[in-house]
């Protein structure tokens, strides 16, 4: 999201609402007294990859959270976490959490003794064929648990039916609770989901359905997806299922590692523990994420629920599966006035906001289009934003999962992406469903269509880029629903606002690895996103224009910008005033950095601020066909 540099100084620094640190009032320093300066960014990207952290979720973290929140996340200690992250920097992703299905280990319970003597566990089984017999019949399977003194733990199968109560569960592949050759579990893990079962069914109004005879069940890829080859369609049946699963659970409790290894009760250190868990940095996790109504976390001493209370106004809570008897005043989950107080200052923090928010635009989207609601464009748009920047910090094992997700929170009929052969196609049907976009994906440095090529089309997106898209500014396509375009192509339009600055110099600049412009409003160092081998010809632009950030929306203080090759301009006396028309086509992504009370230099490309109210036009090429939204 968006960092808006005028709201700084109304956030309150997490520190300054720790339960850890007291109120004193402030003592005046003496005038020799050393101040300690806060790390800079690139300090602080050091201490974390020296902790062990990946490159790529601290670039992440980088883009979403200020110096202070940052400040936090380094100080975690995450040593339930160490993994080795080399082989990420060779990527474009992290891989470290990627799992190996061929030589894939289900794994026990960090309170299960197996394999040694006495532990008692042993493997329980869905019953398979009738698991298939129920999607077979077009149904979403649920699973419930039963114990006997007989034959011990066993699952049984249901059928969801209409207004059905279950709980779902949220995991890390990585973390051994998978399966990818039989729908089973040891029974230790078994006993922990029957805890939350218990744990998560208290409620009022889901014991009332008890008394009536329903049973407390759930839903869980490793038990009601079907891993035999033979069923592979009715597998791919229950994979485009999966939003409508999660979106009619009423809970969905998180299982991760790390989050399970260590206990809650300071409010803002589990909120940043979230943030940064390996749950939230894979794919598939998003839409388990946003569309359940309660999401739970599970801590080594209890389950954490941080948005619940914060729809009612109390904004914070914290629950433990204790017995009805048990003291809350005498441990950490007892709320006092002044825990409110803290947790509110808390929870109003970027950590939360930004989980809030994903949320929130995401889950209106879908409901509407579930609700046979036409989508306004802008709610498409926030949408798409929210989406995109929730997968930009997250990874994938398969690469075209991606687009599974991708197309599965934005409310796409996933059976549709299986008749496209490439990403690229995919992508597009994803990009060409919207009438209009950010302007920010011209920022995108990630996986382009042939990026290095000379053709009209480098802007457009195969992969979710690692940059995050903002609000504001867009472009508007011709039509979302065209099949085909000719090959003299077509436009897009801009609709730029004032948080862009626009500038144009009156010559094609050549392929440099960095130049310099010099305006009257400053002097910018810039930097073009291009490979050794790119191909574009400059040959036949008149100009070339650059548009960036006013203000830096990342950490770093770096802006963000667009180089694009001007074809022709109308009206070029009025470029200033709003009346000229510009037609261009777009080179690559910049990385612009603001050279402070440097003089210009003759050296420097001149350039001259346009005004954002001129009609642009970007060309673009012919694109493959399509699917209609039938």
Not at 474 to 481: A, G, S
Request: net charge neutral.
């Amino acid at each position: 999201m968006e960092e808006n540099t005028d709201d700084q100084p109304s956030r309150t620094p997490l520190w300054s609402a720790s339960e850890d640190i007291a109120e004193e009032p402030a003592e005046l320093a003496s005038p020799n007294e050393e101040h300690t300066l806060p790390p800079s960014i690139e300090e602080l990207k050091s201490m974390m990859l020296a902790s062990g952290w990946c490159l790529h979720q601290i670039n992440y973290l980088t883009q979403l959270y200020n110096t202070i929140d940052l400040q936090k996340f380094a100080s975690l200690d995450r040593t339930q976490r160490a993994v080795d992250h080399q082989a990420c920097a060779k990527a474009t992703q992290c891989v470290a959490f990627n799992t190996d299905m061929k030589n894939y280990a289900v794994k026990h319970a960090a309170t299960c003794s197996y394999p040694g003597p006495g532990s008692g566990c042993y493997t329980v089984r869905v019953p398979y064929e009738r698991l298939i017999n129920v999607i077979k019949a077009g149904h979403v399977p649920l699973v419930s648990i039963r114990c006997s003194p007989e034959h011990g733990l066993s699952f049984r199968i249901h059928r969801r039916r209409f207004r059905a109560k279950y709980a779902s569960i949220s995991h890390v592949w990585a973390d051994g609770l998978g399966n990818p050759v039989d729908n089973a579990l040891p029974s230790c893990q078994v006993k922990l989901l029957q805890s939350l079962l218990d744990y998560g069914m208290d409620d009022s109004h889901i014991t009332h359905y008890l008394h009536l005879g329903f049973r407390k069940m759930l839903w869980m890829d490793t038990l009601c997806i079907p891993v035999q080859p033979e069923h592979l369609n009715l597998r791919r049946r229950c994979i485009d299922s999966m939003a409508s699963i999660y979106a009619g659970s009423d809970r969905v409790f998180v299982l991760d590692k790390e989050l399970m290894s260590v206990a809650s009760g300071k409010r803002d250190i589990d909120l940043y523990r979230i943030a940064c868990s390996v749950w939230m940095c894979r794919s598939w996790t998003l839409q388990e994420a946003i569309l359940p109504r309660h999401c739970l976390f599970q801590f080594s001493n209890g389950i954490y629920n941080p948005l619940q209370d914060y729809r009612f106004g109390s904004r914070y809570q914290y629950r433990s599966p204790e017995p009805e008897n048990h003291d809350a005043s005498s441990d950490t989950f007892g709320v006092t006035p002044s825990d409110a107080f803290n947790a509110r200052c808390a929870i109003e923090t970027t950590v939360i906001d930004n989980f809030l928010q994903m949320r929130k635009q995401i889950r209106s989207v879908v409901e509407l289009l579930e609700n046979q609601t036409f989508s306004k464009n802008s709610e498409r748009l926030e949408a798409f934003i929210s989406t995109w920047n929730a997968l930009a910090g997250r990874s994938t094992t398969k690469a075209d999962d991606l687009y599974v997700v991708l197309g599965s929170c934005l409310n796409f009929k996933l059976r549709q992406f299986r008749k496209f052969n490439t990403p690229e196609e995919t992508m597009q049907r994803i990009i060409f469903s919207f009438s209009e976009l950010p302007f920010s994906l011209f920022f995108n440095y990630g996986e382009r269509l042939n990026s290095d090529g000379h053709h009209f089309n480098r802007w457009l997106p195969t992969a979710v880029g690692r940059q995050l898209l903002l609000p504001g500014s867009t472009f508007i396509l011709p039509h979302p629903k065209i099949s085909k375009y000719s090959d003299q192509g077509t436009r897009l339009q801009l609709k730029l606002g004032p948080e862009l600055a626009l500038y144009l110099s009156n010559c094609a600049i050549p392929q440099l690895d960095q130049f310099t412009i010099s305006t009257d409003q400053g002097v910018y160092e810039i930097y073009p996103s291009l490979a050794p081998t790119d191909t574009f010809q400059r040959n036949g632009f008149i100009a070339t224009c650059v548009v960036m950030e006013n203000f830096s929306t990342s950490a770093e203080g770096k802006l963000k910008g667009a180089c694009f090759y001007v074809l022709s301009i109308q009206n070029p006396t009025q470029a200033s005033t709003g009346g000229a028309l510009i037609e261009m086509v777009y080179c690559c992504p910049l990385v612009i950095i603001a050279l402070e009370g440097r003089p210009q230099s003759a050296s420097d490309f001149p350039a001259s601020k346009m005004n954002s109210k001129c009609t642009f036009w970007v060309k673009f090429g012919k694109y493959f066909s399509f699917l209609s939204d039938e």
